[in-house]
């Protein structure tokens, strides 16, 4: 069974960081997509970064490129998110998700993922 349980999130201000972290177990596909996804009250979901086996390079959207980067962890099985100079739109619950194809990290989480976490709350104020 998989579970994907994510930690890190908390309140800061505007410019500072936070770190999240997302802990896998039972996961064990080769052709895995891994990633960050976020959606605040009345958005919609918003694809934050992401990578899938094969690929190179991690993808981000332009919205976070160049402050947040996503990091694999394989010994732990755990995928970080390291959150820096963090604005109020960053605001939202940001879910870790997984699937075991690449096509949904292709399609940016849009049609939906096999795995979620539970979620955890991001706040940034101003």
């Known amino acids: 069974q998989v579970q994907l349980v994510e930690s890190g999130g908390g309140s800061v201000q505007a410019g500072g960081s936070l770190r999240l972290s997302c802990a896998a177990s039972?996961?064990?596909?080769?052709?895995?997509?891994m990633g960050w996804f976020r959606q605040a009250p009345g958005k919609e979901r918003e694809a934050v970064a992401s990578?899938?086996?094969?690929?190179?390079?991690?993808w981000y959207a332009g919205s976070v490129k160049g402050r947040f980067t996503m990091s694999l962890d394989n010994a732990k099985n755990t995928l970080h998110l390291q959150m820096n100079d963090l604005k109020p739109e960053d605001t939202g619950m940001y879910y870790c998700?997984?699937?075991?194809?690449?096509?949904?990290?292709?399609?940016?989480?849009?049609?939906?993922?096999?795995?979620r976490g539970q979620g955890t709350q991001v706040t940034v104020s101003s």
């Open positions: 039972g996961f064990t596909s080769r052709n895995y997509c």
């Open positions: 998700a997984a699937d075991v194809t690449a096509l949904t990290c292709l399609n940016r989480f849009s049609d939906g993922y096999t795995y």
């Open positions: 990578k899938y086996a094969g690929s190179i390079n991690t």
